[in-house]
């Protein structure tokens, strides 16, 4: 039956117009998920990665990091919807601070470096079929944005999801477009092949690229992490942080025993009888922020020696066809991650560089702290920690999605730089010029609630 799945699959992408080397790469993971492969890493198999380069501690001349950024692109996974808040749209079109979106603050962080260093420092982005139409409209006001001969943009695959029951590809009439997923963030380098930007960069004699999540606001171009990644010759390297107890869930870099190869391992890949070492801070002691480097060359040459399928790891991603009811036939979306790319080149490296270089936002937890005063906004559109990061804790029924979190800030959020928490319960909403001081916990009163104007709350 899989050979036909596999048949009807490859027909599928055809039709839609979908690029040979993507249904490739497909039809090596269909195959990897039929003979039943798991990706799981156990920690027998690998060695904590312990002695990292520190960012502090590396030295590079004005000059050397404006050479390299001369030679890097900026690349920004722009292709979730953010549907974890309620959105459908490209997270990325969110406001963060005075009304400007992640868009501005990233085109303004590269507008800015341009102007300081005087790199061409190109901006790309990767969108999927359902982000890009919005996203160029959202870079209309920014002419001077494309650099000669490259575009703003390249689309991620899209690959069909496959019925559970016997990996046949899943239809499903009401919603055509349920039909499809994107295949995860390893598809980053296919996609660049594919869609002729990979050539077009090293022909404009691009040779590294720097690529982060668009809701990272804190991953913006650096010139001293390009010196450091030019001097060293190494083809990838992969920025990580040092973990706390609240990092346990993020992914990490590790040694495989076998043979000295950096990889990474990420919760889907870890045995459950493992768990208690991958959650370990002190066992693994930096985790993976997605925030990669690589050599365009050296990704070129091993994308052509095979076919543009990579061979990342594979992750198996089991949902329903329609996300939004779970009664819908259950199916299987074949994805892999970018990060899992740093086991493919021998002579991968990391650095260790600091939480500021890690801001995502994949809740309105962390939207509220990038709006309120615990950061403060440059004129280059990098967010400065400003005051001491409190807990944000917001009733997931009434804050959760985009929509219900802005009617209850509606009048601006609460001022949290002298806040050591800041925890919500119930149907609260907030008036201006609210200030939260120590520990603030609002219990749920069974009605919704106000807090007034100029309150302030805590002690």
Known sequence: MSDAGLAQAQEKMQRAGVDPVAIEVFSHYYRQLEEGATGLIPESSIEPLLDVPQLADVEISDADAAAALDKTVVIKLNGGLGTSMGMDRAKSLLPVRDGKTFLDLIVQQVRSAREATGARLPLLFMNSFRTQSDTLAALEPYPDLPVEGLPLDFLQSKEPKLLASDLTPAEWPADPELEWCPPGHGDL?????????????????????????????????NGTIAGWFAASGAPYAAEVCTRTANDRKGGHLAIRRSDGQLILRDTAQTPAEDMHHFTDEHTHPYFHTNNLWFDLHVLADVLRERNGVLGLPLIKNVKTVDPSDSSSPEVIQIETAMGTAVEVFPGATAIAVGRERFLPVKTTNELLLLRSDVYDLGEDGRLVQAADIPAVDLDSRFFKRIGDFEA???????????????SVAGDWTFGTGVRAVGEVALDETGTPDRVADGTVLGS
Do not use: Q
Not at 410 to 422: K, Y
């Open 408 to 422: 209850r800030f509606a009048d601006g959020v609460p001022s949290l730089r002298e806040a050591t928490s800041f």
């Open 189 to 221: 380098y296919p996609s660049l092949l594919a869609s002729g930007v990979l050539d077009a960069l090293l022909e404009r004699g691009f040779r590294y690229a720097s690529v982060s999540n668009s809701d990272n606001l804190g991953a913006g171009p």
